[in-house]
Each structure stands twice: as C-alpha cells, then as structure tokens.
C-alpha cells in the first residue's frame, strides 16, 4: 500500500493564481481531512469528507474548495491565490469505525504564494 | 468548544534526559487522545493513542496516560535520544465533529 499521497510537493504561485493539490489514498478509508500546518499555531482543519458526495467545512474552509467523487480521492481547489496562503497543506484518511480513529497523513505540500 | 493545550517550546534537552511534555485539553464526551510526532520534513505519524479514561498509551519508549480528572494526557520518556528530535502534536478526535483537534505542537531538540 502507498497510504497517503499528495502532490506536488512543493508548489509557487502568483497571487490570484487557481490550482489544485492532489491527495489519494489506498487504504479505502471513508474519511479523509485536509489541514494546514503554519508555524505556532499546529495544524487547522480546512475541509474535510466522512464519505464519496459528502464534504464540509472545517475552521478555515475561506478561499479553498473540495468535492469527493471517489473513495479515493480527495482534491483541495485553491480559487485564487493569496499570500495569506502560504503554508503546508496535509492530507489525511481514516478510518470511520468508533472513536478510535488513527489519522494517517499524506506528506505534505509546501505551496508558496508571491 | 473542543480544544487542546499544549506546553510551548522549544524543549532542548541533553541525551538521556528525562522529557515531559504536557499536554490538557477541554472536550464534551469522552474523546480519544492521541500524540503524533513529525520529524524534520515529513509528516505527522501516530505516535500512541488512548481511549478512555486511565488508559496509557506507548511506544518507542513514550508514555501517556488519559487523566480524566485532570484533563491531561502529558507525554513522558525516561531516557530521550537525539533521534528524538522533532515536533510533537498532542490531539483529540471530536467525535461531534468528526475531525482531530491539535495543539499547537511542541519541538524537542536533544543534543549528545
């Protein structure tokens, strides 16, 4: 198993700039996150899926889009870039069963907003 | 609403050293706790967990134990090595919410 893969892993854009960061997992977890990681303040939860169809918004969803059409995947849409926005980007999947849930977490992207 | 306390860092500490790191949270319920652990340039991996009360979670040498009463759930290691550098989350799976409530995380630094 790959577990959790993201791409790219490192990514410079232009302010006002779309893109999309790729996350995938091969674990068929029905629950997968994605957070933002910036210094001092831990990881923040931006959107997040409990199933294929199903997503919603986390503490910072502003300015980012998902949709979950797979199992497998789970894609984070950056509309239009700005620089508030630089930071590291995690994926992660789980699965759903009780409260026990183990996180596993993608490696990261580093994307950088000029 | 759910949240997770962390002491700040850095904590540098000399090999061997004896390391805490605490770690309180506020939660509705009963959540799972867990610390997660990131070494320089990748992500997080789980380090241990527990899921209720008293239990004590370990592994590679780390110890925690949920103290409901308390709110706590301190990391400790008897004897740190310098393989332990990194930065270390202490987090909550909201189950009202779905999602894992971090701390602010922690860095270690151990020096030989």
């Known amino acids: 198993n790959a577990g959790v893969t993201q791409t790219p892993k490192f990514q410079v854009l232009k302010t006002g700039q779309s893109m999309t960061l790729q996350c995938a997992q091969d674990?068929?977890?029905?629950?997968m996150s994605w957070y933002r990681q910036d210094p001092g303040m831990g990881l923040r939860l931006i959107h997040y899926?409990?199933?294929?169809?199903?997503?919603d918004q986390g503490e910072v969803p502003n300015g980012y889009n998902v949709s979950r059409s797979t199992t497998e995947d789970f894609p984070l849409r950056l509309l239009s870039a700005a620089p508030s926005q630089t930071s590291v980007y995690f994926c992660?999947?789980?699965?759903?069963?009780?409260?026990?849930?183990?996180?596993?977490f993608g490696p990261g992207t580093r994307l950088t907003v000029l | 609403g759910d949240s997770v306390t962390q002491m700040e860092g850095p904590v540098t500490l000399s090999e061997e050293a004896f390391l805490t790191i605490n770690c309180t949270y506020t939660?509705?319920?009963?959540?799972?706790l867990f610390w997660y652990v990131q070494y320089p340039g990748e992500g997080l991996q789980l380090l241990l967990k527990?899921?209720?009360?008293?239990d004590k979670g370990s592994n590679k040498g780390f110890e925690a134990t949920y103290r409901k009463e308390t709110t706590s759930f301190h990391l400790e290691k008897g004897s740190v090595q310098v393989s332990d550098s990194a930065v270390y989350f202490c987090?909550?799976?909201?189950?009202?919410?779905?999602?894992?409530?971090f701390g602010a995380g922690t860095r270690l630094a151990v020096h030989p």
């Open positions: 674990m068929n977890h029905e629950y």
């Open positions: 992660a999947s789980s699965d759903l069963a009780g409260s026990y849930n183990e996180q596993f």
């Open positions: 899926s409990v199933g294929a169809g199903i997503t």
């Open positions: 987090a909550l799976f909201s189950g009202g919410y779905n999602k894992l409530i």
């Open positions: 939660a509705t319920g009963y959540p799972s």
């Open positions: 527990a899921t209720k009360a008293d």
